[in-house]
């Protein structure tokens, strides 16, 4: 066995995503599961697939691809900008893209005609996060335009939050989306049907009956692999968060200060360290690192163990007070956050084990 490794546990990644697709059915929502999480791992795909989902985004051309070739009648979203260099991939693989940039647009339109494609777009409205998306007041003449084009079909528009600008989706920004698309019909004579309102931080204001009626997408990725919302800081209730644990190898146990000695200066990472003098504690260093996880999304399983930080290589953890036995060898657990599991699965020194264990929680 090789290690680190990342264990997935393909029954509770499918069972957060019937639940997730449960609860947005209700509201006419359809979800599109992001893949780029977990690289688009084909087992977990695979899974997924045979409990009936078909419909998938990913920000990466190549996961998407990847996928299209053995699930060639899934249903794939492009959901970061595209690039122009990109254009003949993404038109060949991807069914939807999402975009906010005329000039790229453009460039899709004319590489879709040369391939006698019509390419579905959806419009991306920034509703304050300032990350992708024209603002709504200039939306119009981009439309106009937008439909003016050959090789591409304006489907719908969207807006995403929470993760440049850390602003949460409210009632009153995502109605902008809804009334944005009820002028521009007007205006244009022309039907957007899809209006996509966001990601799992939009889960939040469904269950509280506050999503406005007319948003019927959202693309999941967090709260199915993670059963977490951390733009709203939060665990989803009777969602699994353990289907992905991080398994490392302990290289070395020993007795140390915990505050190092000499002159300091920053850290590998161009980082000022700071360290709590706690005396001699019992400390671990494992066979993983910031090559392969951000550790700050890592979480031990085992009570009584504190990560205390890290290197490229080595990851350091205090195991004074802890539960179980350590000794050099042992593997240690850990939770991982969604910024842990997009990394580990992006990593290939890591080591993926795919578990499906029996049904039900």
Known sequence: MHTPLLEIDMTKIKYNAQKIKDLCQKSGIDICIVTKGFCAELPVVEALVEDGHNFF?????????????????????????PKISEAE???????????????????????????????SIILMI?????REGVL?????????EILAMNGVKLIGIGTNVGCYGGILPTAENTTVLVNLRDSLEKDHKVELPIISGGSTCALKLLREGKLPKGINNLRIGEAVLLGE?????LFIENLHQDAFILKAEVVELRQKPSVPIGRSGYDAFGNPPVFLDKGIRKRAILAVGRQDVR???LTPISEGMEILGGSSDHLIVDVTASKE?????????????????LSLTTSSYVEKVFTPLASGR
């Open 136 to 144: 709504p007041e200039d939306s119009g003449t981009l439309v106009g």
């Open 295 to 297: 550790i700050e999304a």
């Open 325 to 341: 036995k350590v000794e050099p060898g042992s593997l240690i657990s850990f939770r991982c956050a969604y910024s842990a599991v």
């Open 89 to 119: 991939e993404v038109i060949r693989y991807a069914d939807i893209s999402l975009q906010s940039q005329l000039e790229v647009i453009k460039a899709y339109s004319d590489k879709a005609e040369s391939m006698g494609k019509v390419h």
């Open 229 to 233: 919302d951390s733009t709203n800081g």
């Open 126 to 130: 920034d509703v304050g996060d300032l």
């Open 57 to 81: 985004g990913d920000a990466r051309i190549q996961n998407i691809a990847k996928v299209k070739r053995k699930f060639p009648d899934v249903k794939y979203m492009m959901i970061r900008i």
